[in-house]
């Protein structure tokens, strides 16, 4: 009686055994499968990546080009409001001319039309931060002015600016055109030892 408990006991055993490598076998096809999944879903992730960074590249490059476009336009068109000026300017000049060519015989209303358009062009110029350079005597300042002819006048101090020959500007502090000036200068001394040999 115990031998056959015993033996039916073994045989549970054995049945189970069989029931647990089957159950590991089971478990390693399960396995298998789901690693398939696996990689399935990290491929779909990558390719949803990889389709983000193209787009992504795509873009960056659109704005590039739209920023490179944007710049060009802003160079091309940057002068626009200061040239509608410059006309306004123009039709004024042109209307003067034209009463010139009506021999108008009143110069004196020719006259002031030009000084008017003087004057509005150097109000549109100073709101642009654009002013001349003090130049007539001054002391010469190479970052200034530039000398064109040199005078004798011993009355002044040397390098005093005697004459303006053209105005210089500066835009917003910064020299945009020198003064085109004529410097003073002292005789030189083999002149004033003549001059001096002739008083005696």
Not at 45 to 66: F, I
């Given at each position: 009686?115990?031998k056959n408990h015993e ?33 399935k879903q990290k491929e ?157």
């Amino acid at each position: 009686m115990n031998k056959n408990h015993e033996n039916k006991h073994k045989e549970e055993a054995q049945i189970k055994e069989k029931d647990s490598g089957s159950g590991l076998e089971t478990n390693e096809a399960k396995q298998e499968p789901c690693s398939q999944d696996i990689l399935k879903q990290k491929e779909q992730e990558y390719n949803a990546l990889w389709d983000k960074y193209l787009r992504s590249c795509a873009d960056l490059d659109n704005t590039r080009k739209r920023l490179e476009k944007e710049k060009q336009d802003l160079i091309k068109y940057a002068n626009e409001e200061i040239i509608l000026e410059l006309l306004n300017i123009l039709d004024d000049l042109e209307r003067t001319i034209s009463l010139a060519d009506g021999k108008h015989e009143d110069v004196s209303i020719f006259s002031k039309g030009v000084e008017m358009i003087l004057a509005h062009l150097y109000e549109m110029l100073k709101e642009r931060g654009v002013k001349p350079i003090e130049a007539e005597g001054k002391i010469f300042d190479p970052h200034f002015h530039e000398a064109l002819m040199q005078v004798e006048n011993p009355d002044l101090p040397e390098h005093t600016i005697v004459e303006e020959l053209q105005k210089g500007y500066l835009l917003n502090d910064r020299v945009i055109r020198t003064s085109k000036v004529k410097v003073s200068k002292h005789l030189s001394e083999d002149r004033e030892q003549k001059t001096d040999d002739r008083k005696i």
